[in-house]
């Protein structure tokens, strides 16, 4: 199974860029790379998937490297209610995502 | 807005109780999980359902059972709640299909047992 490898936590000053690596070196080629982000309290949510081209949304960017063992989730311009724990995740099985336990994300006023 | 809901926030059983977790989704998803949530351990996997009346074991499916009678409901039994099952517990749903979005997962908010 492919794994992904996240630091635990992580911080950042509101209004600044913050930028959320993750590592997944046992990728396979037709593996989608998603991230979650679960806010207290709160089941996981969606954020943003990506294959290999960088891809961007409403919440985040997902940058992909060229080789594709790394990926970082870009949040441009962090809020406190960003303040949460950021999953990235590889399918297993095709249609199951396993979630390993992410990075906890601290925003400070 | 599509929703999953879970029947409880917070449930407190004792010990050989019989625990049933219910879930509820509208969004016609076939695809079903369960999942828990401990700490530094992150959300495993317990069961999975791909239709009515399908099962499969996630990773750590010992002392659970599911039942999925309904397209929309899904629900976790505990035959005999033991301490070591105290956790969050968490219901998903996804489209079927092979592909990223039928690998999108939406949650519900999660229901906190707690087994004395």
């Known amino acids: 199974d492919a794994k992904t490898t996240q630091p635990n936590s992580m911080e950042s000053n509101e209004e600044e860029p913050v930028h959320l690596p993750c590592n997944h070196s046992?990728?396979?080629?037709?593996?989608?790379i998603h991230w979650y982000r679960q806010l207290p309290s709160q089941g996981p949510e969606y954020v943003i998937h990506?294959?290999?081209s960088n891809v961007n949304n409403r919440m985040a960017s997902l940058a992909i490297a060229e080789d594709r063992k790394s990926s970082t989730l870009i949040l441009h311009r962090a809020t406190l209610r960003d303040a949460a724990v950021y999953y990235c995740?590889?399918?297993?099985?095709?249609?199951?995502?396993?979630f390993g336990t992410g990075t906890r994300l601290q925003v400070f006023p | 807005d599509v929703k999953v809901t879970q029947s409880s926030r917070y449930l407190v059983k004792r010990t050989g109780e019989k625990v049933f977790l219910e879930c509820v989704q509208d969004?016609?998803?076939?695809?079903m999980f369960w999942y828990r949530q401990d700490p530094g351990l992150g959300l495993r996997l317990i069961y999975f359902?791909?239709?009515?009346?399908?099962?499969e074991k996630g990773d750590i499916p010992e002392g659970y059972s599911v039942s999925r009678e309904k397209k929309e409901r899904f629900s976790l039994i505990l035959e005999s709640a033991s301490t070591n099952q105290t956790s969050m517990y968490l219901c998903?749903?996804?489209?079927?299909?092979?592909?990223?979005?039928?690998?999108?997962?939406?949650f519900g908010s999660g229901t906190q047992l707690s087994v004395l």
């Open positions: 998903a749903s996804s489209l079927s299909g092979y592909s990223p979005e039928s690998e999108k997962l939406f």
């Open positions: 046992t990728i396979s080629g037709t593996d989608y």
């Open positions: 990506g294959l290999t």
């Open positions: 995740i590889l399918p297993y099985n095709t249609d199951k995502l396993i």
């Open positions: 969004m016609d998803h076939e695809n």
């Open positions: 359902s791909y239709d009515v009346k399908m099962k």
